[in-house]
């Protein structure tokens, strides 16, 4: 059975990514060359947003509202892994400035790693209430690479973007 610790490690890597994921895709939407492509990149920001409101729901019963949100709230780095791009400034970075079929693939590529690392932590815990949250997790990072693999693919062919419609819904 997973422990209080390993629960709360969980929960705080999850909000780490979430924050992350949002840092990226604002910086992403922000540098779009194409109004499209900022719509896309704000509307899976938000998502990240709805993901941290989805997680404080789902982690109501592990811990208390006002551990969640000082976890939310905190600077401090819970894991020792890097899955979406820090500093666009940053040359060893990938990052969104260079165009959008780099900032997507990038994106894919960070939320590829997301459900990686979800996975192989579901593999080693034989908890079912941590096994479901992550089970949660992983789906909605899933949802996130289809939609940015469509993306990808539409504005490889197309060379504009397709808007995906179902971004920024409750899960």
Known sequence: MADNDQIRDAIATAIQMEKDGYSFYTKAAAQSTDPNGSKIFQGLANDELIHLETFKRMFANEIEVTEYEQLVNSSKKYASLSVFPKDPANKDDVSPDTNDLDAIHSAMDSEKEA??????????????????????????????YFILQEEFEYLGKAGYWYGVDSLSMEY
Request: charged share 40%; aromatic share 6%; net charge negative.
């Open 115 to 144: 459900i990686e690392y979800y996975t192989s932590i579901l593999e080693k815990v034989d908890d079912e209430r941590i096994s479901k949250i992550l089970k949660e997790i992983i789906h909605q990072e899933k949802q996130h």
